[in-house]
């Protein structure tokens, strides 16, 4: 399970990120959790309020600024990467 904090400084991200409503136009279907529990690897996240427990920094951007676009999915069995290419160069835990 990825645990992600959101940091507003583009200094300390690991990743820019957009998050999507548009399921075509994501590289990552995420499925998000409220409890911090399993290992399920990059498919799977719990957004933090705390930096420390975190095990990725994001910041979220706009389309053109991002080099991850996530769209959040209803149901784990969705939960998948669709760019095959961006999964070997993004790594969440």
């Not at 095990?55 to 209803?74: E, K, M, P, W």
Request: charged residues 15%; aromatic residues 18%.
């Amino acid at each position: 399970m990825a645990i992600i904090y959101q940091t507003f400084n583009f200094a300390e991200a690991k990743y820019f990120v957009h998050i999507t409503k548009n399921p075509h136009a994501a590289d990552l279907w995420v499925y998000p959790v409220s409890y911090l529990g399993g290992h399920r690897g990059d498919l799977i996240w719990f957004l933090t309020t705390n930096r420390d427990e975190a095990t990725c920094l994001i910041n979220l951007c706009d389309y053109g600024q991002a080099n991850l676009r996530v769209y959040f999915v209803q149901s784990f069995a969705d939960a998948c990467w669709k760019n095959k290419a961006s999964q070997n160069r993004f790594r969440f835990g």
